[in-house]
């Protein structure tokens, strides 16, 4: 089967400063992707470069089997490649449904699908951006990014900050997304254990390089090597 997304031998960074390296993945529909490491590793680099935010050195990125190096963000984005950036970005003055329509593109994910996978944004639609808790805004974020219909998710610490109770709402929604659609996703996550058992591969970043690949089921499998990939300690 063909590749959704392909990087290969990328280098990109900010302007003149390289931060990745060497970065290569393929992600098929259907399937999804960890990327782990520790902080300021390149993760978000990685995702934003994606998306066409950072400066490409060299190295490819093929969406659909073609070269978007040099598309414009806007048009990556309206091409399927769906970002919910780390820092949210809701918009603070606009209202729930206002946050999602103004990201509707034809598709499977309608308003309505969007309040299925997420009740409580139903339950809040009138309220203003900035009057959501931060899981509130992450499922806004998130339901944002599905009404734009992307072909892939590429999702930045959807669980970072939040109460346990409420990254399991999000994580039973993404095991939901998983069976209900054939998107491909690379998830972004700091927790490893977490994130390893909602994907199938997994590559781990250290410094802009990849440090290792494979598939997530072997590392959850070798807490050692893990600790040792993304310096946990285990003591
Ligand atoms: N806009 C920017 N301009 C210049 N350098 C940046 C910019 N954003 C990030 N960097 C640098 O790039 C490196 C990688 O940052 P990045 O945000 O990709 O890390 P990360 O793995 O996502 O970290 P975290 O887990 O803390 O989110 C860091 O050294 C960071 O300081
Ligand atoms: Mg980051």
């Given at each position: ?16 400063t ?17 990327v782990?490491g ?7 680099t990685?995702?934003?470069?994606v998306?066409?935010?950072?400066t490409?050195?060299?190295g ?7 070269g978007v ?5 806007h ?8 970002l ?8 603070p003055?606009?209202?729930?449904e ?10 499977t ?5 969007v309040?299925?996978?997420f ?9 203003m ?17 599905l009404?734009?219909?992307p ?16 990254v ?12 209900s ?6 998830l972004v ?8 058992e909602?994907?199938?591969?997994t590559?781990?970043l ?21 600790a040792?990939?993304?310096?946990l300690d285990?003591?």
């Open positions: 089967m063909s590749m959704l997304l392909e990087l290969k031998d990328v280098r990109a960074g900010y302007g003149e390289v931060v990745l390296e060497g970065v290569s993945l393929a992600l098929k529909a259907g399937q999804a992707i960890s782990l520790r902080n300021g590793v390149g993760k978000s990685l995702l934003n470069t998306l066409g935010l950072t490409l050195h060299s490819s990125i093929v969406y659909q089997g073609k190096e040099k598309m414009p963000s048009k990556r984005a309206t091409a399927g490649l769906g919910v950036p780390q820092e949210r970005e809701i918009f003055s606009l209202s729930v206002e946050n999602l329509k103004v990201a509707v593109a034809p598709g994910w309608t308003l309505e699908a309040y299925e996978l009740p409580r944004l139903k339950q809040r639609h009138r309220n951006g900035n009057q959501l808790s931060g899981g509130e805004q992450q499922m806004l974020a998130i339901g944002r990014a009404i734009g219909n072909k892939v998710l590429l999702l930045d610490e959807p669980f970072e900050g939040l109460a346990p109770v409420i399991d709402m999000l994580v039973e929604a993404f095991n939901r997304l998983r069976q659609s054939d998107m491909g996703i690379v996550e700091q927790h490893a254990e977490l994130a390893l909602l994907t199938e591969n590559i781990v250290d410094r802009g390089h990849i440090s290792w690949q494979g598939v997530s089921q072997d590392l959850l499998n070798d807490p050692a090597r893990l040792q990939l993304i310096g285990l003591a």
